[in-house]
């Protein structure tokens, strides 16, 4: 492949084409070998200088599609979870429906009170003797991440909640922690000052190998916004109605007809959600 053929990252950053990306982005959706090969070969020949990566993403995208769609879903997780929006408010119960999964009770958009003044809290998640707040930074548009500004205003919050917290008798033993949960990236700067004051950050791909798709993989909660068998138009209907992830729909799968699926498609989403979130 020619070295030479520059691309334009979301960011508006120019980077080399690199095949050896490609191909990590579609093993990490879990696409067959001999499948791999095929896009690769496909998006290569249709290359050109200056071509978008999101303009590679859905060709990429189109041929799973086509080919395998649970893959296919797998690989749409970082647009899937930015279609959640436009507001953040689906991604916060989202993350709230993640931390149930592993265990937290979990509490979403509380009013908590400070030292200095009440803070609207994004998720109250406890665990044993954790009591944790937890923050949630939504992008709804590729190349945007949570910078310094967003960690320092964090913990601001964290610091005048903890005071408070640590005042009341039933929370005087607990550990009390704050994380930070984002859908994209960080940069270096929130990442290296959410180290030094013990934040736990999430982000895509942060921390490496543990990041928030290996959550949602690891637990097998994939937003619905991820599914290949539902048109936009019906993805947004379920997200209105609270219906964000694919084992939610799973276990009510008759809310499609409220939205206008028929039986058929209905069968075939199903079918697509218990390969998707292993529930075959």
């Known amino acids: 492949?020619?070295?030479?053929?520059?691309?334009?990252?979301?960011?508006?950053?120019?980077?080399?084409?690199?095949?050896?990306?490609?191909?990590?982005?579609?093993?990490?959706?879990?696409?067959?070998?001999?499948?791999i090969d095929d896009i690769v070969v496909s998006i290569e020949s249709e290359l050109e200088e200056g071509m978008k990566t999101s303009e590679i993403y859905r060709k990429a995208f189109s041929l799973l599609r086509k080919n395998d769609r649970p893959v296919?879903?797998?690989?749409?997780?970082?647009n899937a979870l930015m279609e959640l929006g436009p507001t953040g408010r689906p991604f916060e119960h989202f993350v709230g429906e993640l931390m149930k999964a592993e265990g937290f009770g979990v509490k979403v958009a509380q009013i908590v009170p400070g030292v200095c003044v009440k803070h609207e809290v994004d998720v109250v998640a406890t665990k044993s003797d954790r009591h944790i707040m937890v923050e949630c930074k939504f992008h709804n548009k590729p190349g945007l991440r949570s910078d310094v500004k967003i960690s320092?205003?964090?913990?601001?919050?964290?610091?005048?909640?903890?005071?408070?917290?640590?005042?009341q008798s039933q929370h005087g033993?607990?550990?009390?922690?704050?994380?930070?949960?984002?859908?994209t990236k960080f940069t270096s700067d929130a990442t290296d000052y959410a180290a030094c004051v013990g934040m736990h950050a999430i982000g895509w791909n942060y921390?490496?190998?543990?990041?928030?798709?290996?959550h949602i993989e690891k637990?097998?909660?994939?937003?619905?916004?991820?599914?290949?068998?539902?048109?936009?138009?019906?993805?947004?209907?379920?997200?209105?109605?609270?219906?964000?992830?694919?084992?939610?729909?799973?276990?009510?799968?008759?809310?499609?007809?409220s939205v206008g699926v028929?039986?058929?498609?209905?069968?075939?989403?199903?079918?697509?959600?218990?390969?998707?979130?292993?529930l075959i």
């Open 173 to 183: 033993e607990k550990f009390h922690e704050v994380w930070l949960v984002t859908n």
């Open 1 to 35: 492949m020619n070295d030479e053929i520059h691309i334009i990252k979301a960011s508006g950053e120019h980077e080399s084409f690199s095949e050896a990306k490609l191909r990590r982005s579609l093993q990490r959706a879990r696409t067959p070998p001999a499948l």
């Open 262 to 278: 028929s039986e058929p498609k209905t069968s075939s989403v199903a079918d697509e959600i218990k390969n998707l979130c292993h």
């Open 219 to 257: 637990n097998g909660l994939h937003p619905i916004t991820c599914l290949t068998t539902l048109s936009k138009s019906h993805k947004r209907e379920l997200v209105e109605k609270d219906i964000l992830t694919c084992k939610q729909l799973f276990a009510d799968l008759k809310v499609l007809q």
């Open 152 to 167: 320092l205003y964090v913990q601001a919050r964290f610091e005048d909640v903890e005071r408070e917290w640590k005042k």
């Open 72 to 78: 296919a879903a797998r690989y749409s997780l970082k």
């Open 207 to 214: 921390p490496l190998q543990n990041g928030l798709e290996a």
